[in-house]
């Protein structure tokens, strides 16, 4: 037998129109032939003219019956009943013919009504609902709260209440601190603490808050216990434990309460106006500031109600220190001090030379085991011997030189020296400064020291004077031997006198760094340098290997101090060393940033660290 194959197309396969045409026959996708299938008589079957019949064989006996036809137990047949799982199908209008849904588990869904067709679940009066009838052996229906609270019952308001007899539901709240405040006459959940406590709020028979009023005959009374003599109160701010007393009261030592003092360490506190309360001032070791007064309430200590140290007024009191004098009546001399010469028992004595008006001074000290006195010019001194009298000096900068045969004072340094003058025994002229080398004065060298050092006449850091020295060094024609840093160093120069310079300083203060970037955030090349330390750039040499021009943002830290444009696979190098690109703040890196991204842009920096 041949075999029979076709064709799976449902949209474009034509449909025959002349008897006698042959066409491929038409195929499910899972390769079932497509059948229409006939009576005997030519009629097409499973039609609504021409239903199909299920007999009572194949798949279980039964067939449908039609409405309203009268079933009889045991002698009827009828067809299994099934269903859809589909929580999702779509309500039914009336009349139409739909599917039986079930749950997951294969049980019906079932809507029960009444003979009469009505709802009896879900509706909103009893009369309509569904009765349930209780057993005889159960007294009580146990009602499950699934939402809001646990097993009890609700009961009318203002209703009796039989302790150990009525029921009752254990009460609830909710912890919420963000509730908002109810309406009157609004039900509400009721407010707990962390803690499970119920908040409350405590009023009287008449609905009257009893904390909180302003008065105390609203407030809530408080009765102390039969053996609580007094009630403690604990001063939780602003001090310790303690009371106050009435104003004027008696005061009985040993017994009577007190509060300890304190006070404030503040002296910048603004003083008070009369009849104010306020702070008491202490120091900062805990001293109370007081202001002393009499018992007339005035202030002591001032000019005009001064301290008294002396009971009297009249009792002498020793004075140390230093003490202004004022003069008396002046003697016969213009600005002389009259003073009176007494001797060890008090007794006046006249001056040492009462001829000439004279005083002699007897100097007791600053010459040991001896005394001073004036001598002749030109006389004999014993040495040994010979009285002599402590010299004393002027020290000024602007003095009045004497002329020959005046005296005058000698003068001394800041520092007690004696001002000399070296000069020759024979004419008394000078033998420091002067131009002849035969006239100046002979220096010897100590026999450890080979040579004198020669410096300059202004010090570092001191405003130029004087005539430039010239400076020499050493020739080199190679690199020296390196020394150890602090160490003195020649200067170097090249056989034709030239000195040998190296820009921005020795190697060891150079720094450099490198980077690659793709992309347009800002990119570390030179790390920064320790506080204080400026990095200026010295050398600055940038490419870009793309093929797209970017312009390129130079950074101190977040700041750009340069921007470069390069053109796509171009580049930049700048040579600063003559004058180096100075760094604006100091520890700060250096970055780069390209205003648009590249295949690879590389950057190099070098810089000399510096000070302010």
């Given at each position: 037998?041949?075999?029979?194959?076709?064709?799976?197309?449902?949209?474009?396969?034509?449909?025959?129109?002349?008897?006698?045409?042959?066409a491929?026959?038409?195929?499910?996708?899972?390769?079932?032939?497509?059948?229409?299938?006939r009576?005997?008589?030519?009629?097409?079957?499973?039609?609504?003219?021409?239903?199909?019949?299920?007999?009572?064989?194949?798949?279980?006996?039964?067939?449908s019956?039609?409405?309203?036809?009268?079933?009889?137990?045991?002698?009827?047949?009828?067809?299994?009943?099934?269903?859809?799982?589909?929580?999702?199908?779509?309500?039914?209008?009336?009349?139409?013919?739909g599917?039986?849904?079930?749950?997951?588990?294969?049980?019906?869904?079932?809507n029960?009504?009444?003979?009469?067709?009505?709802?009896?679940l879900?509706?909103?009066?009893?009369?309509?609902?569904?009765?349930?009838?209780?057993?005889?052996?159960?007294?009580?229906?146990?009602?499950?709260?699934?939402?809001?609270g646990?097993?009890?019952?609700?009961?009318?308001?203002?209703s009796?209440?039989?302790?150990?007899?009525?029921?009752?539901?254990?009460?609830?709240?909710v912890?919420?601190?963000?509730l908002?405040?109810?309406?009157?006459?609004?039900?509400?959940q009721?407010?707990?603490t962390?803690?499970?406590?119920?908040?409350?709020?405590?009023?009287?028979?008449?609905g009257?808050?009893?904390?909180?009023?302003q008065?105390?005959?609203?407030s809530?009374?408080?009765?102390?216990?039969?053996d609580?003599?007094t009630?403690?109160?604990?001063?939780?701010?602003?001090?310790?434990?303690?009371?106050?007393?009435?104003?004027?009261?008696?005061?009985?030592?040993?017994?009577?309460?007190?509060?300890?003092?304190?006070?404030?360490?503040?002296?910048?506190?603004?003083?008070?106006?009369?009849?104010?309360?306020?702070e008491v001032?202490?120091?900062?070791?805990?001293?109370?500031?007081?202001?002393?007064?009499?018992?007339?309430?005035?202030?002591?200590?001032?000019?005009?109600?001064?301290?008294?140290?002396?009971?009297?007024?009249?009792?002498?009191?020793?004075?140390?220190?230093?003490?202004?004098?004022?003069?008396?009546?002046?003697?016969?001399?213009?600005?002389a001090?009259p003073?009176?010469?007494?001797?060890?028992?008090?007794?006046?004595?006249?001056?040492?030379?009462?001829?000439?008006?004279?005083?002699?001074?007897?100097?007791?000290?600053?010459l040991?085991?001896?005394?001073?006195?004036?001598?002749?010019?030109?006389?004999?001194?014993?040495?040994?011997?010979?009285?002599?009298?402590?010299?004393?000096?002027?020290?000024?900068?602007?003095?009045?030189?004497?002329?020959?045969?005046?005296?005058?004072?000698?003068?001394?340094s800041?520092?007690?020296?004696?001002?000399?003058?070296?000069?020759?025994?024979?004419?008394?002229?000078?033998?420091?400064?002067?131009?002849?080398?035969?006239?100046?004065?002979?220096?010897?060298?100590?026999?450890d020291?080979?040579?004198?050092?020669?410096?300059?006449?202004?010090?570092?850091?001191?405003?130029?004077?004087?005539?430039?020295?010239?400076?020499?060094?050493?020739?080199n024609?190679?690199?020296?031997?390196?020394?150890?840093?602090?160490?003195r160093?020649?200067?170097?120069?090249?056989?034709l006198g030239?000195?040998?310079v190296?820009?921005?300083?020795?190697r060891?203060?150079?720094?450099?760094?490198n980077?690659?970037?793709?992309?347009?955030?800002?990119?570390?090349?030179?790390?920064a340098?320790?506080?204080?330390?400026?990095?200026?750039?010295?050398?600055?040499?940038?490419?870009?290997?793309?093929?797209?021009?970017?312009?390129?943002?130079?950074?101190?830290g977040?700041?750009?101090v340069?921007?470069?444009?390069?053109?796509?696979?171009?580049?930049?190098?700048?040579?600063?060393?003559g004058?180096?690109?100075?760094?604006?703040?100091?520890?700060?890196?250096?970055?780069?940033r390209?205003?648009?991204?590249?295949?690879?842009l590389?950057?190099?920096?070098?810089?000399?660290?510096?000070?302010?």
């Amino acid at each position: 037998m041949a075999n029979i194959g076709g064709v799976f197309n449902d949209t474009t396969l034509g449909v025959l129109t002349n008897p006698g045409q042959q066409a491929e026959l038409r195929l499910t996708p899972y390769r079932a032939l497509h059948v229409n299938i006939r009576t005997q008589a030519g009629l097409e079957a499973g039609t609504v003219s021409n239903p199909f019949y299920v007999t009572g064989t194949g798949g279980g006996a039964g067939f449908s019956l039609g409405d309203l036809t009268a079933f009889a137990v045991g002698v009827s047949p009828f067809v299994p009943g099934g269903g859809v799982f589909n929580d999702g199908l779509a309500a039914i209008t009336s009349g139409l013919i739909g599917e039986l849904r079930m749950t997951a588990f294969r049980a019906q869904h079932v809507n029960i009504r009444n003979n009469l067709g009505n709802a009896l679940l879900g509706t909103q009066l009893t009369s309509n609902s569904l009765p349930v009838t209780m057993a005889s052996d159960q007294p009580a229906i146990n009602v499950n709260i699934a939402s809001g609270g646990g097993s009890g019952f609700s009961i009318v308001d203002n209703s009796s209440f039989t302790q150990a007899v009525s029921a009752l539901v254990p009460t609830g709240g909710v912890f919420n601190d963000a509730l908002t405040t109810l309406a009157s006459g609004v039900t509400g959940q009721v407010r707990i603490t962390s803690a499970r406590s119920m908040h409350a709020n405590l009023r009287t028979a008449t609905g009257t808050a009893l904390i909180g009023t302003q008065f105390s005959a609203n407030s809530l009374p408080v009765v102390l216990a039969s053996d609580q003599a007094t009630l403690n109160v604990s001063v939780v701010s602003g001090g310790g434990a303690g009371f106050s007393v009435q104003d004027g009261s008696t005061f009985t030592a040993g017994t009577s309460q007190l509060v300890p003092t304190g006070g404030v360490f503040n002296d910048g506190v603004a003083g008070l106006t009369s009849g104010n309360v306020g702070e008491v001032r202490m120091t900062q070791f805990r001293g109370i500031h007081t202001n002393l007064r009499n018992a007339s309430g005035n202030e002591m200590g001032v000019a005009g109600s001064p301290l008294r140290v002396d009971p009297t007024g009249t009792t002498t009191q020793p004075v140390s220190g230093t003490v202004t004098a004022t003069q008396g009546t002046a003697a016969a001399g213009v600005g002389a001090w009259p003073f009176t010469i007494t001797d060890t028992t008090n007794a006046v004595v006249k001056p040492g030379d009462a001829a000439n008006n004279a005083m002699r001074v007897n100097i007791i000290a600053g010459l040991p085991a001896a005394t001073g006195t004036s001598q002749q010019d030109n006389s004999t001194f014993t040495q040994g011997a010979g009285l002599g009298t402590p010299i004393f000096g002027l020290y000024t900068l602007a003095n009045t030189s004497p002329i020959s045969g005046q005296a005058a004072a000698v003068r001394i340094s800041s520092s007690r020296t004696l001002l000399s003058t070296l000069c020759y025994a024979a004419d008394g002229s000078s033998m420091l400064g002067a131009q002849a080398s035969s006239q100046s004065f002979p220096v010897v060298l100590a026999t450890d020291q080979p040579a004198v050092s020669i410096v300059g006449n202004v010090g570092s850091g001191s405003t130029d004077s004087g005539n430039p020295v010239k400076i020499g060094g050493v020739a080199n024609t190679a690199n020296p031997a390196a020394v150890a840093n602090g160490q003195r160093v020649n200067a170097s120069f090249d056989p034709l006198g030239k000195q040998i310079v190296r820009a921005n300083g020795p190697r060891g203060v150079f720094v450099n760094g490198n980077v690659s970037a793709t992309t347009t955030v800002s990119t570390l090349v030179l790390a920064a340098g320790s506080a204080g330390v400026f990095n200026d750039l010295t050398k600055i040499v940038i490419t870009n290997s793309s093929a797209t021009a970017t312009v390129v943002d130079i950074l101190s830290g977040a700041t750009v101090v340069m921007s470069l444009a390069l053109a796509a696979n171009g580049g930049a190098v700048i040579d600063l060393s003559g004058a180096p690109l100075a760094q604006p703040v100091s520890a700060t890196a250096w970055n780069v940033r390209a205003n648009t991204a590249v295949t690879a842009l590389y950057a190099f920096f070098q810089a000399v660290q510096v000070t302010a």
